[in-house]
């Protein structure tokens, strides 16, 4: 089960478009947020926080610990 499967436009998708599409989403969202004169920290929070009700929507526990485990990265690390 992928995380895509929630939303039924993504799941009609070819598996292997999936991930264009989420990154064309990421850049674009990223480019949006740097018009608004956003700091990259807080781009950063808010791709966390996006990221995290992401993983919220994985039925089985394990995926969702796994996936809910990579978001608690913190800014500075990150930037590292």
Not at 10 to 18: A, N, V
Not at 29 to 42: E, I, K, N, R, V
Not at 44 to 59: A, F, I, K, P, V
Request: proline letters at 4%.
């Amino acid at each position: 089960m992928s995380w895509f499967d929630g939303y039924p436009i993504m799941s009609k998708l070819p598996s292997s478009q999936q991930p264009r599409l989420l990154v064309l989403g990421l850049i674009s969202m990223a480019f949006a947020f740097d018009l608004t004169g956003c700091s990259t920290q807080q781009l950063y929070t808010t791709g966390q926080s996006w990221q995290r009700n992401e993983c919220n929507r994985l039925m089985d526990q394990l995926d969702r610990d796994r996936c809910l485990s990579s978001t608690s990265t913190s800014y500075e690390t990150y930037k590292k």
